[in-house]
């Protein structure tokens, strides 16, 4: 089946501008995160969907981050005034439920987060 | 501190050789733990949740140290293909609060 995807692949842009990156969750699945990493570093948490309660948006580093999710489904990250250090992958996952449990699976893990193949924004 | 630390690497090992990678995390409430494979330019990828009473997949062995605060991933008898990024994942709380390392580079060599 479809996985997650994520559009546009590759988005450059110049200082100052606004960009909006998209994301497709996989059909059915209520929990969707938003990550950002940096050349040759781990995944940064910036903000997390879970059906239709309030996002977490803990990990939003200034309020030039923003993003939505319609209808439970498609997610938007937009970036305002973008800064030459908001260079980096944005990265969508979705997972089938949101809470962790003790004890999963290896191929059926129920927390498991299926990614999407990322946006390279560049901010020259 | 971190939250979750990981060697960087890269590890440059010969195929067939063994090879093991260790993450230490630092909240000793933390509640589940993954290793997930990060492909160059791809997207990570679950590659086995972790127990404490350990788990095995095929040449793959996770394990988990609670007193140490630390997890461990040994890989046997490695693959050109087994070249890639290995991410630990740390989850405490709810799976909001999922903190990833940044991830040891293991490069294997024919």
Redesign the interface.
Known sequence: GAGVSQSPSNKVTEKGKDVELRCDPISGHT?L?W?RQSL??????LI?F?GNSAP?K?GLPSDRFSAERTGGSVSTLTIQRTQQEDSAVY?CAS?S??????????SS?Y???F????TRLTVL | RKE?E?D?GPFNVPEGATVAFNCTYSNSAS??F?WYRQDCR?????L??V?SSG?E?GRFTAQLNRASQYISLLIRDSKLSDSATY?CVV?SG???Q??????TQLTVLP
Do not use: C, H, W
């Not at chain 1, 040759?40 to 948490?45: R, T």
């Not at chain 1, 439920?97 to 290896?106: D, N, P």
């Not at chain 2, 791809?42 to 679950?46: A, D, S, T, V």
């Open positions: 929990a995160y990550y040759g570093q781990g995944l940064e948490f997390y879970q977490d803990s990265l997972s439920k949101g809470r962790a449990s003790g004890r999963t699976k290896m893990s927390n498991e987060q990614f999407g193949p990322g | 979750v990981q960087p509640q589940s993954f791809k997207e990570p990828k679950l086995m949740s127990y788990n997949d991410l989850i709810s799976a909001r999922l903190t990833f390392g940044s991830g």
